[in-house]
């Protein structure tokens, strides 16, 4: 599938290789797609990636992914004509957290994957991919077991193929937990993750579902 990455930090660059590895054709987007760091990425991606405006990967995506900062992520998405997003389906791996005297939500009545999708209403957004670190994103191996995936959405056809999206990564075990308004359980699930790791001093986690 051709697909668009909205950033091209340390996310968007690993979720674009991996995804380029598993055969398909990527864009990776910045405010300086020409800026000389990110000549090595393409390097890395060959004739199957490239980076470009934020624009340009819209318009190029099947699928489009948003790996921005939240910071930035409404400004970015403002600057993207909306018909190069209508009807498509959108992976949010955003957070909206505070590390401020600790790690805690900035949102409290909301989510991240509920403005999102307020921001992008003729969009499918699913979320997923935002409870891990980007060390882990693509073909997560532990010695313990297979971590698990969450993701939520509106739309059954695009979750499907977010799915296969991540198995093409290395995610063999994912679980729906329903739609976008879930999203606040996932983004809780991964300050729990952000808290789990600071405590064991051990980054790079992910969670497991134990099964008797």
């Keep these: 599938m051709k697909i668009g990455i909205l950033g091209a930090g340390n996310v968007g660059r690993?979720?674009?290789?991996?995804?380029?590895?598993?055969?398909?054709?990527?864009?990776?987007?910045?405010?300086e797609p020409h800026n000389?760091?990110?000549?090595?990425w393409k390097q890395v991606v060959g004739q199957s990636g490239d980076?470009?405006?934020?624009?340009?990967?819209?318009?190029?995506?099947?699928?489009?992914?948003?790996?921005?900062?939240w910071s930035c992520l409404k400004d970015v998405l403002e600057t993207i004509d909306p018909v190069y997003l209508k009807n498509k389906t959108v992976i949010d791996v955003s957070n909206a957290v505070h590390f401020d005297n600790g790690p805690r939500l900035l949102l409290q009545d909301t989510s991240a994957g509920v403005i999102v999708?307020?921001?992008l209403p003729e969009s499918h957004v699913v979320k997923t991919l935002n409870t891990i670190?980007?060390?882990?994103?693509?073909?997560?191996?532990?010695?313990?077991?297979?971590?698990?995936?969450?993701?939520?959405?509106?739309?059954?056809?695009s979750k499907d193929q977010v799915r296969a999206l991540l198995k093409d990564i290395g995610w063999t075990t994912v679980i729906d937990?329903?739609?976008?308004?879930?999203?606040l359980l996932q983004e809780s699930?991964?300050?729990?993750?952000?808290?789990?790791?600071?405590q064991l001093q051990s980054s790079?986690?992910?969670f497991a579902l134990l099964r008797h």
């Design 189 to 198: 699930i991964m300050l729990a993750c952000v808290i789990s790791e600071n």
């Design 133 to 157: 670190s980007d060390k882990i994103m693509t073909h997560p191996n532990f010695i313990e077991g297979s971590p698990i995936m969450f993701m939520c959405g509106n739309d059954n056809p």
């Design 14 to 31: 690993i979720l674009g290789e991996g995804f380029v590895n598993s055969g398909h054709l990527v864009l990776i987007s910045s405010r």
């Design 36 to 40: 000389s760091k990110h000549v090595s």
């Design 51 to 69: 980076i470009t405006s934020f624009e340009e990967a819209a318009q190029f995506g099947e699928i489009i992914i948003i790996a921005l900062p």
């Design 177 to 183: 937990l329903g739609d976008i308004r879930q999203s």
């Design 204 to 206: 790079g986690s992910a």
């Design 117 to 119: 999708q307020k921001l």
